[in-house]
């Protein structure tokens, strides 16, 4: 991702606003987008199966 995101510099530093246009451009950064979708998404499936921890069983609390 690192990578993507240099070219993506370079390509902005050289060509100014006709990066925004360049095939190549849109393409890194559709990459880059998916990416940071997929390490949410991932983030909160391990987020809230630490915490609802459904492997373990609840205890039943008596009176």
């Known amino acids: 991702m ?3 995101m240099v070219a993506n510099m370079e390509l902005l530093e ?4 006709l990066a925004l ?3 190549v451009f849109i ?3 559709e990459i880059r ?3 940071v979708y997929f390490q949410v998404i991932v983030t909160s499936f391990i ?3 630490s915490f609802l921890k459904p492997w373990k069983k609840k205890k039943i609390q008596s009176k």
């Not at 050289?14 to 606003?17: A, D, G, N, P, Y």
């Open 2 to 4: 690192d990578k993507l």
């Open 14 to 17: 050289t060509q100014k606003e």
């Open 21 to 23: 246009s360049n095939p």
């Open 27 to 29: 393409q890194n950064h």
């Open 33 to 35: 987008q998916v990416a």
């Open 47 to 49: 987020f809230i199966i």
